[in-house]
């Protein structure tokens, strides 16, 4: 490395860049968020009979928009909560946006092919940084998560002991609440005790022991 030449100002610009781009990229995201339900509210108010209808042409596309960010980063909450490859905010965010593409297809077409073009790709665009947001973020999280040993192993705890309780419900007898099961395992456990085989083989009472 001593006779490697080293662009240092590069160095600092990607540096740099690093530390804009997570606030630029969720910036991004929550411009084609307002952008694309503008438009979506903008084409809808022309066909709009009334003042009530002008004024939901706007608010359905902003809460559609508002609910799928919600949806898409509402697991990135808690960080207990690992999430896996094909999660559920991958799957919602793949989702809407086949009905976000429909929509604008049927919205956009008569004003030509070159509006829904357009709009198809603003809304594949944001799909696309919802994604890597999205990874990077559970990344991140599982990161901070399985550096600190305590919360690693307090978060394996914790998924054995539920593993354990599901698998004791499972075992519980159909319509059998946990208090009947209690009392009828200490019934069983003092018919154990009490009822033993006599010189015959032949059980005696309960309460009465051989002498």
């Known amino acids: ?8 100002d590069f160095e600092r610009a990607v540096r740099q860049m690093r530390k804009v781009l997570p606030m630029l990229s969720f910036g991004l995201l ?16 022309q066909d709009a009979e009334s003042t ?18 919600t949806l898409v980063f509402f697991f990135q909450l808690n960080p207990a909560r690992i999430q896996s490859k094909f999660s559920f905010g991958i799957i919602a965010a793949t989702a809407l946006l ?33 994604i890597m947001i999205l990874r990077e973020t559970t990344f991140a999280t599982q990161m901070e998560l399985y550096q600190n040993q305590a919360q690693w192993q307090e978060l394996r705890n914790f998924y054995i002991a539920r593993n354990e309780f599901e698998q004791f419900v499972k075992g519980l007898p159909v319509g059998v609440s946990l208090p009947a099961q209690r009392e009828q ?24 022991r051989p002498l």
């Open 98 to 130: 086949i009905l976000s593409l429909c929509e604008a297809v049927l919205v956009m077409w008569p004003y030509g092919l070159s509006w829904t073009i357009s709009v198809s790709t603003l809304m594949l665009i944001g799909w696309v940084i919802e």
């Open 30 to 45: 929550i411009g084609t968020y307002l952008v694309s339900a503008l438009i979506m509210g903008i084409f809808h108010a």
């Open 185 to 208: 395992e200490k019934q069983n456990g003092e018919s154990a005790i009490f009822e033993e085989p006599g010189i015959n083989g032949e059980h005696l009472g309960k309460g009465l």
């Open 52 to 69: 009530g209808f002008k004024v939901a042409s706007f608010l359905v596309p902003l809460a559609i928009q508002a609910g799928r960010g």
């Open 1 to 8: 490395m001593e006779h490697t030449l080293v662009n240092h």
